[in-house]
């Protein structure tokens, strides 16, 4: 099955700037869209950022964007998120997650058919 193991998070300024990451293992890379998927505690989830490989779709949700820009480096198997202007409504758990078969517009809409969860990396921005 596949992995996916999130680094990145840590505690920022609000204005400030982070670089997530998410390293895929066991699977075919360019068969899947990932994305990020956020949590704060006693929210519901939130589908952030995904993209397509095959395709290099990616789309943001608007909470996100203008501010985060998800990309990947196919050689290395892994996918990443820029997160810059933070604000302390963005503070969650932020797990990578990967969904076979969909498109990314698909993937945006519905939490349901995630593939595969990573373990989550937290990020906290303060005021």
């Known amino acids: 099955e596949g992995q996916l193991a999130e680094s990145g998070g840590g505690l920022v300024q609000a204005g400030g700037s982070l670089r997530l990451s998410c390293a895929v293992s066991a699977l075919t890379f360019d068969d899947y869209t990932y994305g990020w998927v956020r949590q704060a505690p006693g929210k519901e989830r939130e589908v952030v950022s995904v993209?397509?490989?095959?395709?290099?779709?990616?789309l943001h949700a608007n909470s996100v964007k203008g501010r985060f820009t998800i990309s990947s480096d196919n050689a290395k198997n892994t996918v990443y998120l820029q997160m810059y202007s933070l604000k302390p409504e963005d503070t969650a758990i932020y797990y990578c997650?990967?969904?076979?078969?969909?498109?990314?517009?698909?993937?945006?809409?519905?939490?349901?058919?995630?593939?595969?969860w990573g373990k989550g990396t937290s990020v906290t921005v303060s005021s």
């Open positions: 997650t990967a969904w076979w078969a969909l498109t990314t517009a698909q993937a945006m809409k519905t939490l349901h058919g995630v593939d595969y």
């Open positions: 993209i397509n490989i095959a395709s290099g779709s990616t």
